[in-house]
């Protein structure tokens, strides 16, 4: 056997995963190649390292990567310094997209914690001041203060 063959190696590994977040992989090898693909249909591809192919669609995502030891920050080999291999990583996370109805919900908290804080604040400077201690006053800021962020918070939006 050569040398040369001894230490030219391609393995696989098929894995199923259950409730990770995320999965990356660290490109320790001269030539690291890295196929996947998933069911999950909203994944974001991060790390050191672009996808050299990758397809999105319904029925979910397929990613190739390709890293040579030329693009990474470490040699192939050493024994005295240390090198952080993090920096090199690469992969995917798996995101959780929001749908219209977590979207409203959530604005709707929102409307309502910034029209109670903007209140609050009004209406503590003013009894601070001693300007106008009239409760119509009040009744009348927060009329006010609702109709301008119901006009800035929904904008009209031509599809």
Not at 60 to 76: D, E, K, M, S
Request: proline residues 3%.
């Amino acid at each position: 056997m050569r040398d040369a063959d001894f230490f030219n190696h391609t393995f696989g590994v098929y894995l199923t995963l259950r409730g990770s977040e995320e999965l990356y992989f660290v490109p320790i090898g001269k030539k690291t190649e890295v196929s996947m693909s998933s069911s999950w249909t909203d994944p974001s591809f991060v790390g050191a390292f672009p996808t050299k192919e990758s397809e999105i669609s319904e029925a979910g995502f397929t990613a190739n990567w390709q890293v040579l030891h030329f693009n990474r920050n470490f040699p192939q080999s050493w024994t005295t310094a240390k090198y952080d291999v993090d920096e090199s990583r690469f992969g995917v996370n798996l995101l959780v997209a929001a749908d219209h109805y977590q979207k409203s919900l959530r604005t709707s908290k929102y409307s309502i914690l910034i029209i109670s804080l903007s209140f609050s604040l009004y209406s503590f400077l003013l009894r601070c001041l001693k300007k106008c201690e009239s409760m119509r006053f009040y009744i009348f800021l927060s009329a006010w203060l609702f109709c301008h962020l119901i006009t800035c918070s929904f904008p009209f939006q031509s599809t």
